[in-house]
């Protein structure tokens, strides 16, 4: 029975080795093509944001075959350019597919909705690395004895590269976090209308932001520090991760000093003629009203245009003369002696308008921006929302 059976026994042998092998040799495979695609993807564009990284595939290429797989060095077969075991293309998360692209100029990010950019080709955001025992086949056990003496193995990966989200240290620039709500219009991020931030009084259903010290450790049962929002003005932006998905405390009120040293920051910057441009957190804010403490929802670029001082102006007397408008890529000017005539015309020329659409109030301790509508240098972990910032770390879709 034992003789009848022997090749039954080496049968199971041969599946309980060589397959158990084989899985050993795909997985090392796969953490090879992870590896690469995650190395390149974090340099699919290029510092600024302005292009699309062409090194980034040869960056894939090294990380992936600095990796073995059976004790020897997995085949990716790369030589140059965009084709072959190492591509740049676009992911898209409904479709389920891959589509290489040579093209090396950022999409527009605004006044378009994820479906459009997830059905987009052209927009690029991600990198593909496939790894193979192809050329090096990986030797069997018992197998050869029914006639397999190698198998020919391969994987693939693809690093997505989405929206800014968990923001590193420093990478959120002023204690502000600005409402998710005030930057949608029609669901969608847009860029053409600016927004105001009141920093003395609580308005029900019109606010767009408020003070933070980045506190994610109990947010909502320990709040906001006001001697930390004060320290962290001016300063070097955010002291540990701001974790996405995560609640952060908000302030959306007055501390005391607080606006008066955010404002004589932006003086000293920009001398009150010049953009003073800040990366911020975004928050969820239901209904447009700020709550001490609320999710983190992704990252934006805004451009201050005005603070007003913390006293009260009647007379309009501190209302600009002139500012940068950066859609026009003029500066708008005003020499009427009028204050409120002023404030009117430069309310008009950069869309300031309250969440209602109301143009907003020349009013004490308020922060007047507009979101950046330029490419942007990016930032954080992908994740976040759609806020113009594309990420700069990568995850895996496939």
Known sequence: M???????????????????????VRNELQNAADAGCLAGGRFLYSDDGMAVNENSNQIAYQAAIANKSDKAPVDVHWTAGNMGDVERGHWSFAARAFTPTELTQPVNLWDVAPEELDANPDFIN????????????????????????????????????????????????????????????????????????????????????????????????????????????????????????????????????????????????TGETQLWTLTLPVIECPGNNVDSCATMVGAVTVNIVWITPWEDDPSYSWAPWQMENPRTGTTWFSNNPDGQVRWNSFVQNFNLQN???????????????????NTHQPKGRTGGENFGIMAKIPVLAK
């Open 2 to 24: 034992v003789a009848l059976l022997i090749l039954v026994f080496i049968g199971f042998a041969a599946v309980a080795i060589d397959i158990g092998h084989l899985l050993l």
């Open 355 to 373: 969440v209602d659409g109301s143009p907003v109030p020349y009013q004490r301790r308020g922060v007047y921006f507009l979101p950046d509508c």
């Open 126 to 269: 991600a990198l593909r690395v496939k790894t193979r025992r192809e050329d090096t086949p990986s030797a069997s056990f018992f197998a050869r004895i029914f006639g397999y003496e190698n198998f020919s193995l391969s994987k693939e990966a693809i690093a997505y590269i989405g929206f800014a989200g968990t923001l590193s240290p420093g990478e959120a620039d002023q204690p502000i976090a600005i409402c998710r709500e005030s930057l949608l219009t029609n669901g969608q991020y847009a860029c053409s209308t600016g927004r105001m931030i009141t920093n003395h009084e609580l308005v029900t259903g019109l606010e767009s932001g408020g003070w933070t010290d980045f506190n994610q450790d109990n947010p909502c049962l320990t709040g906001t520090n006001a001697e930390t929002v004060r320290s962290l003005i001016c300063n070097a932006g955010n002291p540990d991760s701001i974790i996405l998905g995560q609640p952060i405390a908000i302030h959306g009120g007055y501390i005391q000093n607080a606006h008066g040293m955010l404002r004589q920051c932006w003086q000293n910057l």
